[in-house]
């Protein structure tokens, strides 16, 4: 059953970049609605030009009635705190390892720093009658691994239906957005059959105040190495996330700017894969989050990710010169979860698949 949320005062007119001190509110409502007059259909298209105006300048946005119920969104928030608050002998029976990036760990780290949080990873399983841990079911990021069931009878389910819920939306944002690249609407359906996509619970326990002052973070800056990110933050409204509004932060060019909860909302971001795709078009945000020194808080991200066999590249509509070299996905995830799992140095970025005669460029300018 949809759910839809009307915020009025949040029905965008989305303009130029300077003109928005923060990432714009999305009513999704018309990209629900089966009737075609000529009135719905503007407002389709404008929710559609919102949609990229705002991957092509923040990168980041939040949406209102984008179909999730309100029901399926409690019951994730409460199944996760019931797992955070599990025994830690517990929660370490499923902890992952360098083989398998599933499961629950509390060290990751982010820019070679360790996050001052906690977190769950779950992911796609190819084949659902299968054992989770079934070779069949044992993909690049390992399988799956689950809580004691008679502990917490009702965590997979909830958690296995939000995540359906949000491969269901990122989907329909994908059409969207292939659009907007004056591509067909099912443009991304191939790359992302069999889709390598994994949902994540964040917990981030409260934090001595003395933190507040250091440069610890629940999580370092850094961007997402897929295609969107779609996250439900802190139900009680625990803010925390913030968002460069410049290009990065090396370089000067902007501000850290707060993304602050919007009750009944998700927040979604595109990915370095979407921004390759783009070719530089659209952006990977770098954003990252405070530690919690007033409240807990939690949130669940759930990373919309190709599959592994997908190469990625400049879609070819782009404009020249062409930016990036072609990129394995698989490789690339790789590298990524190495270097959340353990410190290994500088992180793999889509930098580091620029085309020569770019760089040059940017040298000369």
């Known amino acids: 059953m949809l759910m839809f949320i009307?915020?009025?005062?949040?029905?965008?007119?989305?303009?130029?970049?300077?003109?928005?001190?923060?990432?714009?509110?999305?009513?999704?409502?018309?990209?629900?609605?089966?009737?075609?007059?000529?009135?719905?259909?503007?407002?389709?298209?404008?929710?559609?030009?919102?949609?990229?105006?705002?991957?092509?300048?923040?990168?980041?946005?939040?949406?209102?009635?984008?179909?999730?119920?309100l029901q399926?969104?409690?019951?994730?928030?409460?199944?996760?705190?019931?797992?955070?608050?599990?025994?830690e002998a517990a929660k370490k029976s499923i902890k992952v390892s360098r083989n398998n990036s599933r499961g629950y760990n509390g060290k990751e780290l982010t820019k070679q720093k360790v996050d001052m949080k906690e977190i769950f990873d779950v992911g796609h399983k190819?084949?659902?009658?299968?054992?989770?841990?079934?070779?069949?079911?044992?993909?690049?990021?390992?399988?799956?691994?689950?809580?004691?069931?008679?502990?917490?009878p009702h965590f997979r389910p909830a958690v296995e239906n939000f995540y359906t819920q949000c491969n269901l939306l990122a989907r329909l944002l994908m059409s969207v957005i292939a659009e907007d690249f004056n591509m067909p609407?099912?443009?991304?359906?191939?790359?992302?059959?069999?889709?390598?996509?994994f949902l994540r619970l964040n917990y981030y326990p409260l934090q001595n105040s003395s933190v507040s002052s250091s440069s610890a973070l629940g999580v370092s800056r850094h961007t997402d190495a897929g295609g969107l990110t779609l996250l439900m933050q802190d139900y009680e409204g625990v803010s925390g996330l913030e968002v460069y509004s410049g290009s990065k932060e090396d370089a000067g060019d902007?501000?850290?700017?707060?993304?602050?909860?919007?009750?009944?909302?998700?927040t979604i971001n595109t990915g370095d894969m979407l921004q390759v795709w783009s070719n530089d078009i659209y952006k990977a945000p770098e954003h990252r989050v405070r530690p919690s020194v007033r409240q807990k808080r939690y949130s669940a991200p759930f990373f919309y990710n190709p599959n592994y066999a997908s190469i990625i590249e400049p879609i070819p509509v782009s404009a020249p010169p062409l930016r990036y070299r072609p990129i394995s996905w698989q490789t690339f995830r790789q590298n990524r979860f190495l270097g959340d799992y353990e410190n290994r140095g500088v992180e793999t970025q889509i930098d580091d698949f620029k085309n020569e005669m770019v760089e040059v460029e940017a040298q000369i300018e």
């Open 126 to 152: 190819p084949y659902p009658d299968l054992p989770d841990n079934h070779p069949q079911n044992t993909v690049v990021d390992g399988f799956n691994q689950w809580p004691d069931s008679e502990t917490l």
């Open 185 to 197: 609407a099912s443009f991304f359906e191939e790359p992302f059959n069999f889709h390598t996509s």
């Open 72 to 87: 399926t969104i409690e019951d994730m928030h409460t199944t996760m705190l019931k797992f955070f608050d599990l025994p």
């Open 6 to 69: 009307i915020f009025p005062c949040l029905l965008l007119s989305v303009g130029a970049r300077d003109i928005l001190s923060e990432p714009p509110v999305i009513d999704l409502t018309a990209l629900f609605e089966v009737n075609k007059t000529t009135k719905h259909n503007e407002e389709v298209k404008r929710v559609k030009e919102a949609i990229g105006q705002a991957c092509g300048t923040w990168g980041f946005f939040q949406v209102v009635n984008h179909g999730i119920s």
């Open 254 to 266: 902007g501000e850290w700017v707060p993304v602050l909860p919007v009750p009944g909302s998700l």
